[in-house]
Structures are given as C-alpha cells and as structure tokens.
C-alpha cells in the first residue's frame, strides 16, 4: 500500500510509525492533537504550507523501506 494524501495522519502514523520522523521534518509536530487524528494529509499540508508533493514523496519513501 502506497500513502495518498486523502489518507488521514492517524491512519499512516497507525500503519507506518516511522514516518513521524517526516511529518516532524516538515514542522507538523502536532501528530497526536485531536486535529491530526481525522485531518487528510492533503488537508494538513494546506494549513502547514507545507509542497504537498514533497511531503509525499517523502512519506512513501520511509514507508517502502
């Protein structure tokens, strides 16, 4: 399974801890609020400013190793 952005954080963070260590790097380091329990990456990206391509790609890289 690859990560899409319609996926919420909790979900990726559940299936992959290990991309916490991403979400951090790009300044969300508010994994555990109650707003990143239900918030899409998509969504997430938006309110951080955060290049939603990047953080993908980024995303499913530590998930594939």
Not at 9 to 38: D, R, W
Not at 39 to 65: R, T
């Amino acid at each position: 399974m690859s990560i899409k952005k319609e996926d919420t954080i909790s979900k990726v963070l559940k299936k992959y801890p290990e991309t916490a260590k991403v979400f951090q790097s790009f300044g969300m380091h508010c994994l555990g609020c109650p707003t990143a329990t239900n918030e899409s990456i998509d969504q997430a990206a938006g309110v951080h400013g955060i290049d939603l391509d990047q953080l993908m790609e980024a995303l499913n890289k530590v998930a594939q190793e």
